[in-house]
């Protein structure tokens, strides 16, 4: 991964749907009466989609991709002869990812804060408690794309369906507004979901609009939600293996 470095910057600076939200809610505010949206202003919207990109940079998986690819190419069947589950090498390769990208990062959200007026929060625990909640929210995001990548054992192609989940994680996680300004339908639905607390929940810690009993009710929802994406992809797995040929599903 330390190789590919320029090409980890460049993953990062096509993301860029959070600060593109960013502009558009903060030329909102400073156009509002007041100069506010249900209590955000400009630099408030800032702080939180600034936050929202920061989490999203460590939530990135692209594990579905390759499944998909190694089980109709056949290439799986080499890592099927180790003693060692291949989920095991794809979450390695990604936490390695993760270690290059953080200096990068920390490099541009700087920049960005500066060019835009965010105020991250100043109490020193709300920084812990949303990167303990990024990386539970990363395991149980790369579970279940897992999970969605091995469904090339029975179709064409698996991405078609994590790009759909990717819109499901993207609405419900907070990516295009707080989540408290959908309507409350949809409210009630996200709060069953795992995507608030992985994505919506550390951008908020960040920008000083939740607290430390909000952390540890996240933190609690992800755990379960851990389990339950756990046993899916293990399931998936072992019938995708009675499904599978050597030279590909």
């Known amino acids: ?19 593109v939200m960013m502009l558009v809610w903060m030329a909102q505010a400073q156009a509002a009466p007041g100069g506010q949206i249900r209590g955000y202003d400009a630099a408030g919207f800032a702080t939180y989609f600034l936050s929202t990109w920061l989490v999203s940079q460590l939530l990135v998986v692209w594990v579905a991709w390759e499944l998909d690819f190694e089980i109709r190419q056949g290439t799986l069947s080499a890592k099927l002869l180790r003693p060692l589950d291949p989920m095991w090498t794809h979450y390695a390769s990604h936490v390695a990812e993760r270690l290059v990208r953080i200096a990068p990062m920390l490099v541009l959200v700087t920049a960005f804060a500066l060019l835009s007026g965010a105020r991250f929060t100043t109490e020193w625990w709300a920084y812990p408690a949303a990167l303990g909640l990024a990386a539970l929210g990363f395991t149980a995001r790369f579970l279940y ?14 991405t078609s369906f994590q790009e759909l989940a990717w819109l499901v994680y993207a609405a419900l996680g907070g990516m295009f507004a707080p989540l408290d300004f959908y309507p409350a339908w949809v409210q009630a639905v996200a709060v069953w979901t795992p995507f608030p607390y992985m994505l919506g929940l550390p951008a908020q810690l960040l920008a000083g609009k939740a607290g430390p009993e909000d952390a540890l009710r996240g933190a609690l ?16 797995w072992r019938a995708g293996l009675k499904k599978y040929g050597a030279v590909g599903a």
């Open 1 to 19: 991964m330390a190789e590919y470095r320029a090409e980890v910057v460049i993953w990062m600076l096509s993301g860029t749907l959070s600060l």
């Open 145 to 158: 794309e897992y999970a969605i990548g091995l469904l090339a054992f029975w179709t064409e192609s698996s």
């Open 221 to 236: 929802v992800m755990l379960g939600w851990l389990v339950v994406f756990w046993f899916l992809r293990l399931a998936v």
